[in-house]
């Protein structure tokens, strides 16, 4: 029996050890991955303003925007929003701003579903990349944007700042 609560003890360190160090690093370089898709996709858009408005008139099909203001909100979308979840900043929020988004944009181009959208749903060619773009996301909006963010720093600031400064014992000065 000791060797069992041995090992048991010991999967226990390694798993919170995991969740306190790997956790953060793993939701920075999906927050940061998924973010520089997008960020990347903006800057497309805005080096090409004719092309860009030429796929919204044409290709993308957006549900109740003009292709005029759809190009212009798109483009601004994928060069702001990213930023927000890149640095954790409203992570949930903002993650979830991005998810829906990413939904609107596979569902407005067809080109991206080939054999028709729900088979491609539900296969892992069409739309890959939307849909681990998707799972990235999902992560954030259920963990949160984790340690390694600016709503993490936010925390940690507001939880030592609630927690007031504490004097040690006669030297005067200010413990962290």
């Not at 930023?83 to 181009?109: D, H, P, Q």
Request: with cysteine; net charge positive; proline share 6%.
């Amino acid at each position: 029996m000791p060797i069992v609560q041995s090992l048991n003890t010991c999967y226990r360190r390694a798993a919170e050890w995991l969740q306190a160090w790997l956790g953060p690093v793993a939701l920075l370089c999906l927050r940061v991955w998924v973010a520089l898709a997008f960020w990347h996709a903006g800057v497309v858009k805005f080096e090409d303003p004719m092309g860009t408005q030429y796929l919204f008139e044409s290709v993308y099909h957006v549900p109740l925007l003009s292709p005029d203001f759809a190009a212009v909100l798109g483009t601004w979308i994928e060069l702001v929003v990213p930023w927000f979840v890149g640095l954790g900043v409203f992570g949930r929020v903002s993650a979830l701003f991005l998810f829906v988004y990413n939904i609107i944009a596979f569902t407005s181009f067809p080109g991206l579903w080939p054999h028709g959208f729900w088979t491609g749903l539900f296969n892992t060619s069409d739309f890959a990349d939307h849909k681990v773009w998707g799972l990235m996301l999902l992560a954030v909006i259920a963990w949160g944007p984790g340690r390694l963010s600016i709503d993490g720093l936010a925390q940690r600031v507001m939880r030592h700042w609630r927690a007031g400064p504490s004097r040690s014992a006669g030297s005067g000065m200010v413990r962290n």
